[in-house]
């Protein structure tokens, strides 16, 4: 593919990354070459056939270039989560057997570092950026360009090597591995052939009709599968550009200027996007603020139907157009969102509201459904047939099957090919025909062809009384609010819902300040009575909108408490990807659960928590526990 591009998209932008505030940019030809004097330096440092290459870092072109140059050479890629601690990088590192690790700068090298006494097959680790470790012992320390330099030098030597290891490259043999989140145990190695990369980045890229002219911003985890597939996978094949940001802090800026026409994001970050709005408004002048409102009620009413190419009466229309140029034109913008052509959010179930915000400002926004044992694509949402209740319909050459116990299952040419040194977990995920088990429960829509996703298939229960129990759904809900970052809503087995919850800090801390109220940590500001109240009042819309739906009506939420501190991963509380690991939270808090069922008022409790540099510490707090008005629940049978 590298090849292919370089000769038909010679003079195109390949790659771009903003470095001290300024776009440096790449051809697919000058790709090429960086790639080649990389790969070229790898066989010099002595990479063989089959080893595993771990890659550490933010998104960069370096990066990028080292996965691929890995792959020319034979070797198999390993990237690795930037944020992981040392601890968790030891795991990976220790069960992948990487010889060589490939680290962005000096924070991933020190991590290394701490950790490769107990690393017995590491070799060597070559670093992008030399900031800061001119004194370290260089023995087995490698700048990435002296690397390509050499590589350079000894060309001759070393191309007819390269060109044999790329003739000898097949469609079957390894492209990537990838690590599972662990939100249930250890992260699985996912070994990912070349076909399965490539069949489904183009079988997706033709679903979209992605060409060469898209532009997408690389900022999700190197070490994910959805930067992965777009990234590399669905980059290489159409040949459009990757832009890279300046750092995590500019990455919204960075939106901005190159306003992508496909943009992919995880809920999570469509929340905070939100939030941030919500902030902004509450910020703004009484007028700007009434006309925000009278047009965002007008979008949500007609903005999906006018995006879908539906009829809209002529008046609705004008006034939208209108609406276009007050307020969704410069909203869009402002997002970095005004190009868009393709837009997807996936990972976890996006809140209705949330999702229905953004296509009523006429982004075409639309969910998948996918796993990395999948190469991420399961299903998509065809253009036109776009709702919040569904995850779209097979994505192609996929096939999906639904099995007595509700359990969704699949099978496609994106099919993993195995877990890296794991044949039984392995073999309890995969059948003989190929069929996967997704672990998430759901049904097909007879009427559409649509897949619906309940929930996690071990999170889907009954409550005591037989009604059913998806708490997913109940906390989508409650983060539509700026106000609530996160939520953990428990009940399975048991007569009522109950949920812990957590502030969004500077949604609240915004709310605070205009309201004069005083707080010096997240922790005062939590249990502080009034934003309790403003919590509360939250929960019992939530609740009022759940009693509505007979399937669902028994997980209104009778008690809940605001925790003492964020939620997070260092903590293992999330994963890498945050996703909440909801037994660990269960058991981790179990004094407090114990509590919202007890009948308890408030409750003294202890937490350990994990610092940034590593360190373990201990906070205590008193918690109050607050009762939340429940509408009249629906007909039990739905649900029975």
């Known amino acids: 593919m590298l090849a292919r591009n370089a000769t038909r998209h010679a003079g195109r932008p390949a790659y771009r990354e903003k470095e001290y505030g300024i776009w440096q940019s790449w051809t697919w030809a000058e790709t090429q070459a960086e790639v080649e004097a ?4 790898l066989l010099e440092l002595g990479v063989a056939r089959g080893d595993h290459v771990a890659v550490i870092g933010r998104n960069r072109p370096a990066l990028y270039w080292s996965m ?23 795991y990976v590192l220790g069960h992948c057997g990487a010889r060589f690790v490939i680290a962005a700068d000096q924070e991933q090298v020190d991590k290394v570092i701490e950790i490769q006494q107990g690393l017995h097959q590491f070799e060597h680790m070559i670093y992008v950026d030399p900031r800061g470790l001119r004194s370290y012992d260089h023995s087995r320390l490698h700048a990435y360009a002296q690397v390509q ?11 007819p090597e390269l060109q044999a290891r790329r003739a000898a490259l097949g469609y079957d043999d390894t492209c990537v591995m990838l690590y599972t989140s662990g939100t249930t145990g250890k992260p699985k190695g996912v070994v990912l052939s070349n076909r399965n990369i490539l069949e489904t980045a183009k079988n997706s890229a ?12 690389a900022y999700l985890p190197m070490a994910w599968v959805g930067d992965f597939i777009f990234s590399i996978g669905q980059a290489y094949w159409t040949g459009f550009c990757v832009n890279c940001p300046e750092s995590p802090e500019t990455m919204m800026t960075d939106l901005r200027e190159i306003a992508p026409s496909y943009y992919f994001a995880p809920p999570r970050v469509f929340e905070t996007q939100l939030t941030q709005i919500m902030i902004r408004m509450e910020d703004a002048g009484a007028l700007k603020r009434r006309m925000f409102r009278h047009f965002m009620d007008l979008a949500r009413r007609v903005g999906p139907r006018v995006l879908d190419g539906k009829p809209v009466g002529l008046l609705d229309r004008l006034h939208y157009a209108l609406g276009e140029a007050c307020v969704y034109g410069p909203l869009k913008n402002a997002l970095g969102f005004s190009r868009v052509r393709v837009g997807y959010t996936a990972g976890e179930a996006i809140g209705p509201e949330i999702f229905d915000f953004y296509r009523a400002l006429g982004i075409n926004l639309k969910q998948l459904y996918g796993q990395t044992e999948a190469s991420v694509f399961i299903t998509q949402q065809p253009d036109h047939e776009v709702r919040p209740d569904t995850v779209g319909v097979p994505s192609p050459g996929v096939e999906i099957r639904i099995a007595e116990s509700g359990e969704v299952f699949y099978r496609s040419p994106g099919v993993f090919v195995e877990y890296y040194r794991n044949p039984d977990s392995t073999a309890g995920t995969k059948d003989a025909e190929g069929w996967v088990a997704t672990g998430d429960a759901g049904f097909i829509e007879e009427a559409t062809g649509h897949l619906r996703i309940i929930d996690r298939a071990k999170d889907v229960g009954r409550m005591a009384d037989g009604a059913l129990f998806a708490p997913k759904y109940v906390e989508n809900k409650l983060k539509f609010y700026p106000n609530i970052l996160e939520a953990v809503v428990f009940g399975a087995g048991r007569d009522r819902c109950a949920a812990f919850l957590n502030i969004d800090l500077t949604a609240v801390g915004n709310w605070a300040e205009r309201n004069a109220i005083a707080y010096a940590s997240y922790q005062e500001l939590a249990g502080h009575p009034r934003v309790l109240d403003m919590i509360q009042s939250h929960v019992e819309e939530v609740n009022r909108s759940v009693a509505g739906d007979a399937m669902l009506s028994g997980c209104q939420i009778h008690r809940f408490l605001v925790l003492h501190k964020e939620l997070d991963a260092d903590d ?11 037994a660990v ?5 179990a004094d407090l659960l114990a509590a919202l069922y007890d009948g308890s008022e408030e409750i003294r409790t202890e937490t350990e928590v994990t610092y940034e540099d590593g360190r373990k ?3 205590r707090a008193h918690l109050t526990i607050r009762d939340a008005a429940v509408g009249p629940v629906g007909m039990r049978e739905v649900a029975a």
């Open 38 to 41: 990389f790969a070229l330096g």
């Open 68 to 90: 691929v140059a890995a792959q020319m050479v034979g070797a198999v890629p390993v990237p690795l989560y930037q944020d992981a601690v040392a601890e968790e990088m030891a």
């Open 149 to 159: 330099a050499q590589g350079r030098a000894a060309r001759a030597t070393w191309l």
């Open 206 to 217: 033709s679903f979209d009709r992605l060409d060469s002219g898209e532009e997408v911003l």
């Open 572 to 582: 293992g509380e999330l994963t890498r990807t945050r996703k909440v690991r909801r």
């Open 585 to 589: 939270i269960a058991e981790k808090y």
């Open 617 to 619: 510490g201990r906070i």
